[in-house]
């Protein structure tokens, strides 16, 4: 199999276009390798040579969703079997006896790598640095059916009211990234008052 460039992050497998990244916190393993599975349960070793911070990790191209995989370190010149703590799924239930030896290690089940791409259905994923990226979670009860003496009850609940008090200062004006995040932090900050009052 070849390899692609690989990344540290984000942990676990990730599927992308040419394969699949592997990545696993593991800053004291000296040597770690990556376990694939075939139809037969026989293992296919890959060493997982690069390192950043204590995150070791490799791309294999032509890797699919489905894949059996785990890793492998070497301890005390044994190999043992651990499965990725990053793993989406397993081929089966874990489960095992103390006392747990290296032997035992090959037994436990195989991680399952995953598709949990997002169907964008055409569009396009809107990648948004995080140092432009603005969240603000709120929930519409608790700024609104909690507090009956501030707001008419035909608003009680409504996201549109909730936007309303947002743009009402804007109308129809164009708001970049900033002055809507100053008429959402104002209308809350009014909100809180009203509350504290």
Same mark, same amino acid.
């Given at each position: 199999m070849t390899q692609h460039q690989s990344s540290p992050?984000?942990?676990g497998a990730t599927?992308?276009?040419?394969?699949?990244?592997?990545?696993?916190?593991?800053?004291d393993c000296e040597t770690i390798y990556l376990a694939?599975?075939?139809?037969n349960n026989k293992q296919e070793l890959f060493p997982l040579c690069?390192?950043?911070?204590?995150?070791?990790?490799?791309?294999?191209?032509?890797?699919?969703?489905?894949q059996r995989y785990g890793f492998v370190i070497e301890t005390c010149e044994e190999r043992q079997y651990i499965a990725d703590p990053y793993a $989406?799924? #397993?081929d089966k239930a874990l489960h095992y006896v103390p006392p747990f030896t290296t032997e035992k290690s090959f037994e436990l089940p195989a991680c399952i790598v995953?598709?949990?791409?997002?169907?964008?259905?055409?569009?396009?994923?809107p990648r948004i640095p995080r140092d432009e990226m603005v969240l603000f979670e709120t929930h519409v009860k608790g700024?609104?059916?909690?507090n009956l003496t501030f707001l008419p009850s035909s608003k009680v609940l409504t996201l549109v009211w909730l936007a309303s008090l947002c743009f009402s200062s804007t109308k129809s $004006?164009? #708001?970049?990234?900033?002055n809507y995040c100053l008429s959402l932090l104002a209308c809350m900050s009014l909100i809180y008052c009203k509350w504290i009052r």
């Amino acid at each position: 199999m070849t390899q692609h460039q690989s990344s540290p992050y984000p942990l676990g497998a990730t599927l992308d276009e040419y394969g699949c990244n592997f990545a696993i916190h593991a800053p004291d393993c000296e040597t770690i390798y990556l376990a694939l599975y075939d139809d037969n349960n026989k293992q296919e070793l890959f060493p997982l040579c690069e390192d950043y911070a204590g995150i070791k990790h490799i791309h294999l191209n032509g890797i699919h969703a489905g894949q059996r995989y785990g890793f492998v370190i070497e301890t005390c010149e044994e190999r043992q079997y651990i499965a990725d703590p990053y793993a $989406k799924a #397993l081929d089966k239930a874990l489960h095992y006896v103390p006392p747990f030896t290296t032997e035992k290690s090959f037994e436990l089940p195989a991680c399952i790598v995953v598709d949990d791409a997002f169907d964008w259905q055409g569009v396009r994923s809107p990648r948004i640095p995080r140092d432009e990226m603005v969240l603000f979670e709120t929930h519409v009860k608790g700024v609104s059916k909690l507090n009956l003496t501030f707001l008419p009850s035909s608003k009680v609940l409504t996201l549109v009211w909730l936007a309303s008090l947002c743009f009402s200062s804007t109308k129809s $004006k164009i #708001l970049t990234r900033y002055n809507y995040c100053l008429s959402l932090l104002a209308c809350m900050s009014l909100i809180y008052c009203k509350w504290i009052r």
